[in-house]
């Protein structure tokens, strides 16, 4: 299916790897010029090299900390200076570390929000400006299935995620007079560098293995098993695409009935 955005500019933060770069892979194959992000160099440098080659489109890479404002709205300009507009923004960011309420101070509380909603404030702020002469738009907020369903031991992206689902739902209401559609996609349990991550901390606290902690994960899906990094592209470049134009405001779970909620 040609879903309409060859040569779309889309900029993909924190994109060197995980979900963002399956993000940023999936626009890439239908011909979508990329920016993409991310504070590791190394890594930046080899995803932005990959994806030129594998799919022959242009990717501008910047080494961007979205946690500063003005990072991040340099970034938007250096996107806007090399390819003159901004037709799609995929928010996306790495998540807060994992406890209980005890085990947060007020400290890690700002730095949760700092991370995951203050980063998207920052990139719609400057975003927006650049699509609405434009009458055209797709922004993609980046989250988590614990928006639907809260996740035990991950109060702070419990919490502050869902504060960014209810700042996608306004904006989808302020931006759709302008032809910008504003859509939120919540990722269950990928296998992910994040998610080996907080399966070798349950491991530890537990004194079982990494692997059993995710095959419990596996277990609380219908399709038992734990996605695939590449299943999360698709669903993104659809809803940046213009076969999506009446879907706005959504908040979609790709979490393999993870969550059991009815909305």
Same mark, same amino acid.
């Given at each position: 299916?040609?879903? $309409? ?14 979900? $963002?770069?399956?993000?940023?892979? !999936? ?8 920016? /993409? &992000? ?52 995929? =928010? ?9 309420? *005890? ?16 980063? =998207? *404030?920052?990139? =719609?702020?400057?975003? /927006? ?9 797709? /922004?993609?907020?980046?989250?988590? #299935? ?8 991950? #109060? ?9 689902? $209810? ?12 032809? /910008? ?13 994040? *998610? ?22 596996? $277990? ?19 809803? &940046?695409?213009?076969? !999506? ?6 908040? #979609? !779970? #790709? ?9």
């Amino acid at each position: 299916m040609d879903l $309409g955005i060859k040569d779309r500019v889309a900029l993909v933060t924190a994109s060197s790897k995980g979900l $963002g770069r399956e993000a940023a892979r !999936a626009l890439a194959a239908e011909g979508v010029k990329l920016s /993409i &992000c991310a504070r590791g160099k190394d890594a930046l440098a080899k995803t932005a090299a990959s994806l030129a080659e594998e799919f022959g489109v242009e990717v501008l890479s910047t080494t961007c900390d979205l946690t500063d404002e003005g990072q991040a709205r340099e970034l938007v300009q250096r996107t806007a200076d090399r390819f003159e507009k901004i037709d799609i923004l995929v =928010a996306n960011c790495g998540g807060p570390p994992p406890g209980a309420f *005890v085990d947060h101070d007020a400290d890690r509380w700002r730095s949760a929000v700092d991370l995951n909603l203050m980063s =998207a *404030v920052y990139l =719609a702020q400057a975003t /927006i400006p650049l699509m609405i002469p434009k009458r055209w738009g797709r /922004i993609v907020f980046s989250t988590s #299935i614990s928006v639907k369903q809260p996740i035990d031991g991950l #109060i702070l992206s419990n919490s502050v995620r869902a504060a960014v689902v $209810g700042m996608a739902k306004t904006l989808a209401c302020e931006l759709g007079p302008h032809g /910008i559609l504003v859509n939120s996609v919540c990722p269950g349990y990928f296998l992910t560098d994040r *998610v080996l991550e907080l399966a070798e901390k349950n491991a530890q606290k537990s004194g079982g293995r990494p692997q059993d902690q995710i095959d419990r994960w596996a $277990g609380q899906s219908v399709l038992e098993r734990v996605a695939r990094p590449e299943e999360f592209g698709p669903l993104v470049a659809f809803l &940046c695409s213009q076969k !999506a134009g009446y879907i706005t405001g959504t908040s #979609i !779970a #790709i979490d393999g009935g993870f969550s059991r909620g009815l909305m």
